[in-house]
T-cell receptor
Framework: GAGVSQSPSNKVTEKGKDVELRCDPI?????LYWYRQSLGQGLEFLIY????????KSGLPSDRFSAERTGGSVSTLTIQRTQQEDSAVYLC??????????????FGPGTRLTVL | SQQGEEDPQALSIQEGENATMNCSYK?????LQWYRQNSGRGLVHLIL?????REKHSGRLRVTLDTSKKSSSLLITASRAADTASYFC?????????????FGKGTRLSVIA
């Protein structure tokens, strides 16, 4: 596709429910990232995938958060037993593989999650 | 934890004026990037400056990097109402390829027509 897409764009859920957020990266981008942005805050890294390597989960705030990437393309971020503090905009990004950390990241429009 | 910290937190200027935003970071880096975010949604990459570069230009944007002071600045010249957005600096979490980025809290720029 032309860019990174995410769905849904908005999600309202009740505390304790599970939610799944989807990300479609740019075709050919082997690196995929999930970030979270709380109101008025910068972006917080959650997890990233690179090719077929095991994902780096070091940014996940709790074991209620998990993510998978199927077929090296689409990724799903799952939040179990949602809490009100999970309310945020969840942003997905993808990038080409480039050494040395010189990776421009392309972001999707985000999913705004509201936990009531 | 936040690596970059932008200054000021908010900036309001008249159309046509220049806007300068600053970023400080804590650890050694090999590059620094600036992103723009409109309406609290997706970010758009503006410019990347490598650690061996001191200044870089892209259209109306000028970025400087001072690795000795661990700081960077973004200058937008001849600002337009469409430049109204939040601007973030970002640095690599590690030096390995495709590392995640660490973002500051951003500067909210308002350009008044």
């Amino acid at each position: 596709g032309a860019g990174v897409s995410q769905s849904p764009s908005n999600k309202v859920t009740e505390k304790g429910k599970d939610v799944e957020l989807r990300c479609d990266p740019i075709s050919g981008h082997t690196a995929l990232y999930w970030y979270r942005q709380s109101l008025g805050q910068g972006l917080e890294f959650l997890i990233y995938f690179q090719g077929n390597s095991a994902p780096d989960k070091s940014g996940l705030p709790s074991d209620r958060f998990s993510a998978e990437r199927t077929g090296g393309s689409v990724s799903t971020l799952t939040i179990q037993r949602t809490q009100q503090e999970d309310s945020a905009v969840y942003l997905c990004a993808s990038s080409l593989v480039r050494g040395g950390g010189y990776n421009e990241q392309f972001f999707g429009p985000g999913t705004r999650l509201t936990v009531l | 934890s936040q690596q970059g910290e932008e200054d000021p937190q908010a900036l309001s200027i008249q159309e046509g004026e220049n806007a300068t935003m600053n970023c400080s970071y804590k650890t050694s880096i090999n590059n620094l990037q600036w992103y723009r975010q409109n309406s609290g949604r997706g970010l758009v990459h503006l410019i990347l400056i490598r650690s061996n570069e001191r200044e870089k230009h892209s259209g109306r944007l000028r970025v400087t990097l001072d690795t000795s002071k661990k700081s960077s600045s973004l200058l937008i010249t001849a600002s337009r109402a469409a430049d109204t957005a939040s601007y973030f600096c970002a640095t690599p979490l590690t030096r390995s390829g495709n590392t995640p980025l660490v973002f500051g809290k951003g500067t909210r720029l308002s350009v008044i027509a």
